[in-house]
Every structure is written in C-alpha cells, then in structure tokens.
C-alpha cells in the first residue's frame, strides 16, 4: 500500500528556523535588493496588506520572481514573518519562470518551518508544481505535507495529473499505490484514473493487469467509456492479439452511443485508427473506412481525414488514396491538408502517376495544391519523363487565385533542371515573356544554372549578356557564380578567371566566399593548385573571411595533387588556429592521408584531434578503418573500432561492410 510507503524516512531533515524557505543563502552587499526601496522606507513592517500586495504583484504581474525575493529577505531582516500568501506568490513566480527544482526546494522548506498553507492553497501549489512534469519531486513535497499536516488531502485532478504523469515515465507500479493512497483518504477514483493506470499497464505490455483494472472498475460502479476501451484496445493491439482487439472494439462502437461529448468519441477513435495503423492491421482500417461501425457517434469526415493523416504517417500513401476515393464516393470532401498529404506522400515514394491522377481527380471539387506539394509533384513527374503532365500542373497553378505566377514559373524551372533539355527551359521563359509575366533574378539565375549544368555554356553566357545589356534584371553574385562554375567544369579557365577578376568588379559584383568556394572547387578539380592557392591567398587579401568548406575543398585538392605535405602543413598554419573547421575539413585530411596508405599518420591525426576535445563523427573512423582494412592490417582496423566505442560512437552498417569486406578478402 503506498500509505505505508508515506510513512518512510526522509532525507530532508525538519528544518525548525521559521521562515527557511525565503533564505537566499548570500545577501549581495549594501545596495539596493531590489527596486523602489528607497520608497519603500516609508511604509511601516507591520502593513501586510502593502508588502503583501506588493510581493504578489513582483511575482505574477511583473514576473521578477527574483525582485521580490530579495524584497523578502529585505523585509525578514526588518522582522517581517512572512506567510502562506507569500509563499504562495513565490511558489507561482518560480514557476512561471520555469524554475521548478527551486520551487520544490523553498515548499518544502517552508512546510519543514510550520509555514503551512489552507488545504485549497496546498492543492492549487501541487497542481502549479504538476507543470514541472517531474513525478518524483511532486510525490516528495506531497510526502514532507503528510507529514506535518496528515490530515491533507490532495484533489481528485491532481492525484489524477500525478497518476499520469508517472505511467508517462513507465511507472504504473508507483501510479497504482496512489490509486490506494487515494481511496484511503477518502477519494472515489474516477473514470480518468482507471482509463489513465491501464494506459501506463499497457505501455509497459502488462495488458493483463490492465484487463484486471477494466473489471475491477466496472466493479466499483464505474462505466467505462469509449475512451477507456480505446486505451485497452491500444494495448491489446500492441501484443499483436487480433482477435481480442477486434472482440473489444464491438463493445467500443456500442459504448460510444451512450456518450454525450463527442469529443471523447474523436478521441477514442483516434486511437483506434493510430494503433492499428502503428501495429500494421492495415485491412481493418480499410474495413473500418467501408463499414463505418461507429455510425454517427464521429464525425464522418473527421474519421475519414483521420484514416488519411494515420495512413500517411505510416507511408502508406496508396492505402490513403483508397480512403479519400471512398470518401468521395460517399459525398465527401477530402480536406485540402489530406489531400496534400497524400499527393506528396505518393511523390517521395515514386508513385507520381497515382499523385497525378489524383490531382486531376481534385480539380474537380476545386482542389490545387499546396506550394510545397505542387514542388514535389512537378519534380517527381519530370523525373519520370514526363513533361506534358508536369506542363499541365503548372497551367492549373497560373490560375490559382492570387498565386505569385513568378514564384510558381521558377519552382517549375528548377524542376525542368532535372531533365537535360535546354529547348524546354527556353520555351518556358518565353512563355513567361508572352504571358506578360516578368521573370526575376531568381528566375534567369536557376535557368542559367540549369545551362551549365547540362554543359551548355554557350546558351548561358547568351543569357548573362543579355542581363549585363540591360534586356532582363541585373545579374548578382550568384548568375556569375553559376557561369564560371559552368566554364571550369567544361575545362574553360581562362574564360572563368577573366569573369571573376574583370567582369564581376566592373558590374559592381564583389565575390563572396561561396563565389571563391567555386572557383577553388573547379581549378581543382582542373589539377591547378597553383592558381587556386593564388586565388585563396587573393580571397584573404580582399578581406573575404574562409569557411570550413573552403578549407575542405583546398585539402581535398591538395591531397588529389598529390601535395600531401602541402595539405599538412596548411593544415597545420592556416585551418587550426583559425577554429573553422569541422567533420568535414577533417575527414579531407584522413582521405588524403589514406588515400597515400599513410594508415600510422591518420590514426595519429584521429587521436589527435580527439585529445584536443575535437568530436568526430562515424564518418572519420570509417574512413581510417576501411584504410585499415585495404591494408590487410585486422588488428589495427579492430583497434580504431574500439577506439570509437570509447568515444561513444557505435559502428553503422558501413563500418561492418567495410570489416566484412575484410574478412572476405582474408579468406580468399
């Protein structure tokens, strides 16, 4: 019985000095504790109504929980014996600050000193100190109130809130001696206390002792609800028992006739639909979807856009389909967010034809959808191909009341950047141009860099004149980043440097770091490290601070030219004591270390970068182990796995393809 159980030893000892709740340890030195107390000399100590009024209003209208405490231990040295009114205003403010732990610690002090509130002022701090979501402390202030005021008893809500919040931390053992707490100070638990203790027994798979709660319950003379067997239905249907799931459901539809809120209807329904779809009984929502069982008791379109939304969370996005078509058939209007759902759901599981048909079935009941999903969708069809349905979608959106047809082209735009046709892109701008819709920046810039993208420099250069020419918008930083990363990627490096030192300044375009991020990637990629340490050391020049990812570039480079010492000591000067750098600049180096079977050297760099406090990533020691492994050198592999161990990284599935390989090497 948890009754005994109040009766245990406490830690805390009674503390006997009264007021040794409003003990703020260290007063500060002499200056003002808190604010207007110059003013307040006036007022005499023995006016509690004022100091009073004046503590609460600190606490709860001006929320300086931490003013009005240090007015209290102020007004203490005065001799002023603060109250239960008091404590009641600190105990609100600190909680309101979300300073909980502090709460707890000055109520029970303040019990410990017989400073002890009315019973319905103990019942509202309990419920304040239930906000804090931490059972334990909760069920220790309520043990030090027992114990100096035994004749307390805590509400039905908050024994209730306090039985909850335990089953959430899986502790229904400890939620059940409350429930006995509760009858033996005289309570009659209700319907949320059985319905809350066999949720927390089912979560923890003692459905059976949740089975016992549901007749011992009706026992007591309380009727279960829809919710209460929604909550054991959960259960059940979590130990994978079918069969009884299904024998309780029919009492489920028969009990929610007798219920007035409809609301605890939805609910129970909900939980239903989500536990069955959570445990994979995807047929008996499709059976549920036919047959209705639970009639006019829920909301029928609230019941269906719950299947919806259960089944897309589940990835089932067909399944949704075939609600949302039973849905229609029945007169039904799939919400706009359903429908979206299932349309980008389909998208991301490849199943764009099925997302298109269904967008050309929502037309007809004035469906268009949502930004985002007209994104997906678009993208997903020109990855399949399929142009002239992609086409269509975008015809539809122009027409959509009040859409920006700018934003709508270029999302378009970029999704024919999938396909390598420049026809179409160019097709498209025009059709802007003739639509008498003015394409922007963002506009000619994704254009652009769907032309280098497909090698097709030429056409992009066109473009650039053109804007520079006054035809279009101006170009910015990124119209001339994309073209010079075209040019190098084509091999043009001439060309690319002459854009970024001539052309860039003369149209008042200064490069950023992302602009010298691409033309270090390309004179690279081109074996030019010469001239691209050139242009790194000009980027300094020009004040152009270096991230992580040009770091990364640069050893990356060097390391592919074969200048591994070069990359060290770059390493070594320039990226350490500059503090930029990160799972990526590090596993540059470990490849180029490597990638030269220097396997000593990079786990000396690895354990180097751990004793400087550094956190690697699975990435890093993947990259040192399969250097290991290529090596033949098993040992040493295993040792850098156990090195990550200690770190706290587990090994991922690529750590063990990497160790299999190994072994498969070893036994050929």
């Known amino acids: 019985m948890l009754l005994t159980n109040l009766r245990c030893p406490i830690l805390l ?133 027992f114990d100096v005021k035994p004749e307390f008893v805590p509400s039905v809500i908050n024994y209730n809130r306090l039985i909850y919040q335990y089953c959430e931390v899986s502790l229904p053992n400890v939620a059940h001696r409350l429930l006995f707490d509760m009858i033996s100070r005289g309570h009659s638990p209700n319907i949320v206390t059985y319905t809350t203790l066999m949720g927390g027994y089912c979560r923890v798979s003692a459905v059976n002792v949740a089975y016992m709660m549901f007749d011992e319950m009706r026992e007591h003379g309380v009727v279960p609800n829809s919710l209460t067997y929604s909550v054991l239905i959960c259960g059940i249907l979590r130990q994978r028992d079918a069969e009884r799931g299904k024998e309780l459901m029919c009492g489920l539809w028969e009990t929610m006739k007798d219920e007035e809120d409809h609301s605890v209807n939805s609910a129970a329904f909900s939980n239903i639909i989500d536990s069955l779809c959570r445990e994979g009984f995807f047929n008996e929502v499709f059976k549920i979807a036919e047959d209705m069982p639970q009639g006019k008791n829920v909301n029928e379109e609230f019941a269906y856009g719950h299947m919806i939304d259960s089944l897309c969370r589940s990835g089932r996005n067909h399944g949704a389909s075939r609600i949302a078509y039973i849905m229609r058939k029945r007169g039904f209007t799939p919400s706009l967010v359903s429908y979206n759902s299932i349309i980008h759901g389909l998208c991301k599981q490849r ?200 770091y990364s570039i640069i050893i990356d480079g060097l390391c592919d030219s074969n200048q591994i010492d070069k990359a060290k000591k770059f390493w070594d000067d320039v990226v350490w004591p500059s503090k930029v ?7 540059s180096i470990l490849k180029g270390l490597c990638r030269l079977g220097n396997l000593n050297e990079a786990c000396h760099y690895l354990y180097e970068l751990v004793d400087s406090g550094v956190s690697l990533n699975i990435v890093s020691y993947n990259i040192v182990i399969d250097c290991a492994c290529r090596l033949g050198m098993k040992r040493e592999a295993y040792q850098i796995v156990n090195e990550m161990r200690k770190n706290g990284l587990a090994p991922d599935a690529v750590t063990w393809r990497i160790l299999d390989k190994l072994h498969g090497a070893m036994k050929g």
């Open 351 to 550: 199943g764009c034809m099925r997302a298109y048909q269904l967008f050309e079935e929502g037309i007809e009941f004035g469906y268009l959808p949502s930004e985002y999903t007209y994104k997906v969708l678009v993208e997903a069809l020109c990855q399949d191909m399929d142009l002239y349905k992609a086409r269509n979608i975008l015809e539809s959106m122009l027409k959509k009341e009040g859409a920006d047809r700018t934003r709508i082209y270029n999302i378009y735009l970029r999704a024919l950047c999938l396909v390598n046709s420049a026809t179409e892109l160019l097709n498209v701008l025009v059709s802007m141009l003739q639509t008498e819709c003015h394409p922007d920046v963002i506009t000619l810039n994704i254009v652009i860099n769907g032309f280098c993208k497909m090698g097709r420099i030429e056409e992009a250069l066109k473009m650039l004149n053109d804007m520079t020419m006054g035809k279009f918008c101006a170009p910015d930083a990124v119209t001339f980043t994309s073209i010079i990363g075209g040019l190098l990627n084509v091999g043009k490096t001439q060309e690319a440097l002459n854009l970024f030192h001539q052309v860039m300044p003369k149209n008042g375009i200064s490069p950023g770091v992302v602009t010298y991020n691409a033309v270090l990637r390309g004179l690279f990629k081109l074996q030019l490290a010469d001239e691209a340490m050139r242009v790194f050391n000009r980027m300094l020049a020009d004040g152009v601070a270096a991230n992580s990812t040009t």
């Open 13 to 145: 000892k009674p503390i006997t000095l009264p007021l040794a709740f409003l003990s703020t340890y260290d007063l500060p030195q002499p200056q003002p504790l808190y604010r207007d107390q110059d003013e307040d000399q006036s007022i005499s100590i023995t006016s509690r109504s004022y100091w009073t009024r004046k503590i609460h209003n600190l606490c709860t209208q001006y929320r300086k929980v931490d003013q009005a405490l240090a007015l209290l231990d102020h007004l203490r040295l005065r001799g002023y014996r603060p109250d239960s009114l008091n404590l009641s205003s600190i105990i609100h403010g600190l909680c309101d600050a979300k300073r909980f732990q502090e709460a707890y610690h000055r109520f029970v002090l303040s019990i410990s000193s017989h400073c002890i509130p009315d019973e319905r002022t103990c019942n509202v701090l309990i419920a304040r100190l239930l906000d804090s979501q931490c059972p334990h402390s909760t069920l220790h202030a309520l043990h030090r109130l």
């Open 581 to 587: 750098h990160d799972k990526f600049v590090y596993a």
